[in-house]
């Protein structure tokens, strides 16, 4: 295989996609599939585009195998992020390359793994690797704003995408240490679930210069105070636990034994707040609440007659969303009312004893020795959400090798990816199909 060659066929391809606008909104990522099927087209690998609504177009492609066992997908999806005018270093659609790394919106998230798939895809194709179940790949559009128009159409409309076994999506990556060096293998196959919430306090309008004791933006801050200093009891997944015991042996050594059982490590005060001091882990081990729109008021002068607030809440699956509302209705009195405004669902997460797990354990042993394969509890949602609902094993990993810092740049300015990933991720990911398809 000449890696070099297709390393540069992959630089090409992703310059180009990220060439292509796809911010959602409005998305229009029919471009993004149109991209597509010329490249597939031009192989001679089936593919088809579905367009449920104008522009907003997806792919789906197909290599087909003996199908002597179920469908592997390979999931990505073409819509973007808006990019914040003015604070790139760099043009962020023109796909520049400067000191090994390739600038874009997309780059990480997710036009990248896009990229990678496809060109797994024409490997199989141009080598002519005999498979025993088709590998499918859909590129989704809608992503960022829901799934509406991309998988979760899909998903109820693409028959063959209904059939996987198993489905590999973004999310967890190979995370390199400080010095550079893998650290773990981080398998995505679980996430939070999303519970948004409205509040609103109402309160009597009036001059500003006669302040009265009924003033909603008064209230609601208050309110606020008392929740935002709620400290979520822990609530640990059989999954986060195997987490932590498995990075264990990386950490501090007067650390290791709080890794080691984090149930236990938790009751320890000290451990307790630096652990959670880390956003990610913090995340991990209980359900969350972030304050993310405060409303109220329009004119110096004038007190309003309603303010409200916006809390973005991710609960740990299996936790009772009923309890939880209780919990934050008591902390809040009752002169705020309390509205759900988007929930998601509770889904188990996927299973790890499964051959395409046993095909990344193998890459990561051969490839990285010492670095522990551990399952990753997504404080965020993916469309893998919609997958696992259908009973998909779906794994939320991308072969990339990222510091954590790098990961930042996702939904960030300077967004880029190192052009040696690309090279990393297409071997990566034929040698599981190879694994789990042939
Ligand atoms: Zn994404």
Same mark, same amino acid.
């Given at each position: 295989m000449d890696w070099d060659q297709l390393l540069e066929e992959a630089i090409h391809y992703l310059q180009e996609y990220l060439r292509i606008d796809t911010v959602n909104p409005p998305g229009n990522e029919v471009e993004g599939a149109k991209f597509f099927k010329n490249i597939f087209d031009a192989e001679s690998i089936p593919c088809q585009v579905f367009e449920p609504? *104008? #522009?907003?177009g997806s792919l789906l492609a197909t290599l087909k195998g003996t199908s002597k066992k179920r469908p592997l997908l390979l999931l990505n999806h073409m819509d973007v992020v808006p990019v914040e005018k003015g604070?790139?270093?760099?043009? *962020?659609?023109?796909g520049i390359v400067q000191d090994g790394y390739l600038y874009g919106? #997309?780059?990480?998230?997710d036009k990248s793994m896009g990229i990678i798939e496809m060109m797994a895809l024409l490997i199989l194709q141009r080598r002519k690797v005999p498979l025993e179940r088709d590998v499918l790949f859909f590129a989704a559009a809608d992503e960022e704003t829901g799934g509406k128009w991309g998988i979760q159409w899909a998903m109820e409309n693409v028959s063959s995408l209904m059939e996987s076994e198993y489905a590999l999506n973004e999310g967890g990556y190979v995370i390199l240490n400080e010095t550079g060096d893998p650290d773990r293998y981080e398998i995505s196959n679980g996430q939070k679930i999303v519970f948004q919430l409205q509040l609103k306090a109402k309160g009597t309008s009036g001059h500003a210069s006669m302040p009265h004791a009924d003033n909603p933006n008064v209230k609601l801050i208050h309110a606020l105070e008392s929740l935002t200093k709620w400290e979520t009891s822990f609530n640990i997944l059989p999954m986060v636990k195997e987490f932590f015991s498995k990075i264990a042996h990386k950490q501090l050594s007067e650390e290791r034994q709080f890794f080691e059982d984090i149930e236990k490590g938790l009751s320890n005060p000290s451990f307790s707040a630096r652990l959670t001091s880390n956003p990610i882990y913090n995340a991990m081990v209980r359900d969350t609440i972030s304050l993310t729109i405060l409303q109220a008021g329009s004119k110096a002068n004038v007190i309003p007659s309603e303010s409200t607030a916006t809390l973005d809440c991710r609960l740990i699956p299996g936790s009772s969303k009923e309890n939880f509302l209780t919990e934050i209705k008591k902390r809040l009195g009752d002169e705020i009312e309390v509205e759900g405004k988007m929930e998601g669902k509770s889904i188990p997460p996927s299973p790890f004893n499964t051959d395409l797990f046993q095909a990344i354990q193998k890459f990561a042993t051969l490839? +990285? *020795? +010492?670095?522990p394969v551990v399952p990753f509890l997504l404080p965020g949602a993916t469309d893998s959400r919609f997958l696992r609902k259908r009973g998909i094993t779906t794994y939320d990993f991308c072969p990339f090798r990222l510091p954590e810092k790098e990961i930042l740049r996702v939904h960030g300015n300077d967004e880029r990816i190192a052009l040696e990933n690309l090279r990393f991720g297409m071997r990566m990911l034929v040698e599981m199909i190879k694994e789990v398809a042939t």
């Open positions: 609504s *104008p #522009g907003r604070r790139w270093t760099v043009d *962020p659609f023109e919106r #997309g780059a990480l998230d490839n +990285d *020795p +010492d670095c």
